[in-house]
């Protein structure tokens, strides 16, 4: 693979974390500031579809509302933990040869970053989105949220389904 390959594959995991964190942080302005009619307050219910309903919850832990903390060290821990594994995905991401990878570690790191923003800003997470259907309800979350999600399931998919390009073979 040429340096310029790499560097255009490189470059889809920036755009997907680009627009991954665009995505978060406009639907989160929308929600939390935008529009009158959507605007969401604590105990909100807005009922979207039979299946979505918009309601405001404040993260203050990590996924799936685990760990949660109101304390500032309890934050800066959460930050420092999100700051590493972000840190550590760009470091993977200049490695990266096969696009899906790429794409999936930006998502992570858009949506981590995403999450990080709220932290500092806001203090904790805005989550929002409530999924239900025939009895089931999934937790609150974010598109940062499902940025995370859909990034990890790519990367779960490749490591185990995907493939290794195919590397040049001299003298055959």
Same mark, same amino acid.
């Given at each position: 693979?040429?340096?310029?390959?790499?560097?255009? %594959?490189? +470059?889809?995991? *920036?755009?997907? !974390? #680009? $627009? @991954?964190?665009?995505?978060?942080?406009?639907?989160?302005?929308? &929600?939390?500031?935008?529009?009158?009619?959507?605007?969401?307050?604590?105990?909100?219910?807005?009922?979207?579809?039979?299946?979505?309903?918009?309601?405001?919850?404040?993260?203050?832990?990590?996924?799936?509302?685990?760990?949660?903390?109101?304390?500032?060290?309890?934050?800066?821990?959460?930050?420092?933990?999100?700051?590493?594994?972000?840190?550590?995905?760009? %470091?993977? +991401?200049?490695? *990266?040869?096969? !696009? #899906? $990878? @790429?794409?999936?570690?930006?998502?992570?790191?858009?949506?981590? &970053?995403?999450?990080?923003?709220?932290?500092?800003?806001?203090?904790?997470?805005?989550?929002?989105?409530?999924?239900?259907?025939?009895?089931?309800?999934?937790?609150?979350?974010?598109?940062?949220?499902?940025?995370?999600?859909?990034?990890?399931?790519?990367?779960?998919?490749?490591?185990?389904?995907?493939?290794?390009?195919?590397?040049?073979?001299?003298?055959?």
């Amino acid at each position: 693979m040429t340096t310029r390959e790499r560097g255009d %594959v490189r +470059l889809l995991g *920036v755009a997907a !974390a #680009a $627009l @991954a964190l665009i995505l978060d942080q406009l639907s989160k302005a929308i &929600l939390l500031y935008g529009f009158s009619f959507i605007h969401l307050a604590p105990g909100d219910v807005i009922r979207v579809t039979p299946f979505l309903n918009l309601v405001m919850v404040w993260n203050r832990g990590v996924s799936f509302g685990l760990f949660q903390t109101d304390d500032m060290t309890g934050r800066m821990v959460l930050l420092a933990f999100s700051g590493a594994v972000v840190l550590a995905l760009i %470091v993977w +991401l200049r490695s *990266v040869k096969i !696009a #899906a $990878l @790429a794409i999936g570690i930006g998502l992570v790191v858009g949506g981590a &970053l995403g999450n990080m923003i709220d932290r500092v800003v806001l203090g904790a997470v805005a989550d929002f989105f409530h999924l239900h259907a025939f009895g089931y309800d999934w937790y609150v979350f974010n598109v940062a949220d499902a940025a995370i999600v859909f990034g990890v399931g790519v990367l779960i998919f490749e490591s185990l389904f995907g493939r290794e390009p195919s590397q040049n073979k001299v003298g055959t």
